[in-house]
């Protein structure tokens, strides 16, 4: 444990922060006049942070990042020894599943490991991602373990990507953590933009995050369900769900049918799986529900046409409209198994950026069956021809 020899001279260090979490974050707390330091290992990425130039969609990001740029309350770092001159760590790094959807917490500790050399008394660790049930006490534990006195704070996101730096600003922050003082400073840190807070117990806290999560991925799979019983039926389900809905208060939030994935939902679910001992029934079953839709989609579609003699197109690749980030998009799936199925597939996307697509023009022309995996605004004034056999899922297409 390095001793504390000068003063802090770096409000906030960001471990992780060109990430889609991190980033946001780091420019809210620069554009507070905070002295902000990111140390990140994707050293590309860095680069084009350096230039002012937001790596993914962050409404509103760009402007931003050159904003505190200019005004030098942002720097950007390939290595962790300038977290050493920061007050508080802010850790944007969670806990992922692995191929047996069993939670794996290598690279969370990994990372703890690299950063160790460079805390100092006096610091306060900020969990920001979302971690497994236990995890905040057990780092404070690992930390102490090592001789590393700083105290461990968890204040997880819950904000919708690609609308981090306003939601910022209008949602609650949960905070909890182990000692009242520590709580009370990273408090006082995030009140520079956050407007309200809610204390509880790292468990709790971590439980929170979990379920918040978990109850939209069986949200999305109830209604998938639905759609796959009326559509078994050849029934209209947009008609079904429009009736459900109208003037009719109890079922306004009921969401529609689509892929229901990206990197976050699912994994989270599956996480809490594991922190039941796998009784969290509605979570394995919203997981079959969601994960199978591609193949329902493709079996549905088989019963239109064959799909061997034809080319399919699938209209979007990213995990959600208007976003560029695929990572875990159920668009990859469905382009797997059709493979399988259909003489030859096509992907477009405006916004992944993925060699292998195919531009917008040229698979409308080239397609037979067209899929809608992602909802981007820039299909929903597309014209299919007549011939083509049109599977929409997300009713995004006109009609």
Same mark, same amino acid.
């Given at each position: 444990?390095?001793?504390?020899?000068?003063? !802090?001279?770096? $409000?906030?260090?960001?471990? @992780?922060?060109?990430?889609?979490?991190?980033?946001?974050?780091?420019?809210? !707390?620069? #554009?507070? +006049?905070?002295?902000?330091?990111?140390?990140?290992?994707?050293?590309?990425?860095?680069?084009?942070?350096?230039?002012?130039?937001?790596?993914?969609?962050?409404? @509103? /990001?760009?402007?931003?990042?050159?904003?505190?740029?200019?005004?030098?309350?942002?720097? &950007?770092?390939? /290595?962790?020894?300038?977290?050493?001159?920061?007050?508080?760590?802010?850790?944007?790094?969670?806990?992922?599943?692995?191929?047996?959807?069993?939670?794996?917490?290598?690279?969370?500790?990994?990372?703890i490991d690299t950063c160790i050399p460079h805390f100092r008394e006096g610091q306060t660790l900020v969990l920001r991602s979302t971690v497994f049930p236990g995890m905040s006490r057990h780092i404070q534990q690992y930390l102490h373990d090592r001789n590393v006195q700083i105290d461990v704070v968890f204040a997880p996101e819950r904000v919708a990507e690609g609308y981090s730096i306003k939601e910022f600003k209008e949602l609650p922050q949960i905070i909890s953590g182990f000692d009242p003082a520590a709580i009370a400073r990273t408090m006082e840190l995030f009140s520079r933009f956050t407007p309200e807070f809610?204390?509880?117990?790292?468990? #709790?806290?971590?439980?929170?995050?979990?379920?918040?999560?978990?109850? +939209?991925?069986?949200?999305?799979?109830?209604?998938?369900?639905?759609?796959?019983?009326?559509?078994?039926?050849?029934?209209?389900?947009?008609?079904?769900?429009?009736?459900? +809905?109208?003037?009719?208060?109890?079922?306004? @939030?009921?969401?529609?049918?689509?892929?229901?994935? @990206?990197?976050?939902?699912?994994?989270?679910?599956?996480?809490?799986?594991?922190?039941?001992?796998?009784? !969290?029934?509605? /979570?394995?079953?919203?997981?079959?529900?969601? #994960?199978?839709?591609?193949?329902?989609?493709?079996?549905?579609?088989?019963?239109?046409?064959?799909?061997?003699?034809?080319?399919?197109? &699938?209209?979007?690749?990213?995990?959600?409209?208007?976003?560029? $980030?695929? +990572?875990?998009?159920?668009?990859?799936?469905?382009?797997?198994?059709?493979?399988?199925?259909?003489?030859?597939?096509?992907?477009?996307?405006?916004?992944?950026?993925?060699?292998?697509?195919?531009?917008?023009?040229?698979?409308?022309?080239?397609?037979?069956?067209? !899929?809608?995996?992602?909802?981007?605004?820039?299909?929903?004034?597309?014209?299919?021809?007549?011939?083509?056999?049109?599977?929409?899922?997300?009713?995004?297409?006109?009609?």
């Amino acid at each position: 444990m390095n001793p504390p020899t000068t003063p !802090f001279d770096i $409000d906030v260090g960001v471990i @992780g922060g060109a990430g889609h979490v991190g980033l946001p974050l780091a420019i809210t !707390f620069a #554009e507070t +006049r905070l002295q902000t330091a990111i140390y990140d290992l994707n050293a590309p990425v860095n680069q084009l942070i350096r230039d002012g130039r937001m790596p993914f969609i962050e409404h @509103g /990001g760009e402007e931003i990042l050159r904003r505190v740029l200019a005004a030098n309350t942002l720097t &950007i770092h390939d /290595g962790p020894e300038i977290l050493s001159r920061a007050r508080f760590a802010v850790l944007i790094i969670g806990t992922p599943v692995d191929k047996h959807l069993s939670p794996d917490f290598g690279q969370l500790l990994r990372a703890i490991d690299t950063c160790i050399p460079h805390f100092r008394e006096g610091q306060t660790l900020v969990l920001r991602s979302t971690v497994f049930p236990g995890m905040s006490r057990h780092i404070q534990q690992y930390l102490h373990d090592r001789n590393v006195q700083i105290d461990v704070v968890f204040a997880p996101e819950r904000v919708a990507e690609g609308y981090s730096i306003k939601e910022f600003k209008e949602l609650p922050q949960i905070i909890s953590g182990f000692d009242p003082a520590a709580i009370a400073r990273t408090m006082e840190l995030f009140s520079r933009f956050t407007p309200e807070f809610v204390e509880m117990l790292p468990m #709790e806290a971590e439980l929170a995050k979990l379920m918040t999560n978990a109850w +939209r991925y069986i949200q999305f799979a109830t209604v998938n369900q639905f759609y796959m019983i009326a559509t078994e039926h050849d029934l209209d389900f947009n008609r079904i769900l429009h009736g459900c +809905r109208h003037h009719y208060p109890r079922m306004s @939030g009921m969401p529609g049918p689509g892929f229901a994935a @990206g990197p976050c939902l699912v994994k989270d679910t599956m996480q809490l799986a594991a922190f039941s001992q796998n009784t !969290f029934a509605l /979570g394995h079953a919203a997981m079959l529900i969601n #994960e199978g839709l591609p193949a329902f989609l493709i079996e549905h579609a088989k019963g239109k046409t064959d799909l061997r003699t034809k080319t399919v197109g &699938i209209l979007g690749m990213a995990f959600k409209a208007e976003s560029d $980030d695929p +990572r875990d998009s159920l668009a990859y799936k469905l382009k797997k198994l059709l493979t399988l199925e259909a003489r030859k597939v096509l992907c477009t996307d405006p916004y992944v950026p993925d060699s292998l697509l195919t531009p917008l023009d040229t698979l409308m022309q080239q397609a037979d069956v067209l !899929f809608v995996s992602t909802p981007h605004k820039a299909y929903r004034t597309l014209t299919p021809r007549p011939s083509q056999i049109v599977i929409d899922v997300w009713n995004c297409l006109p009609k």
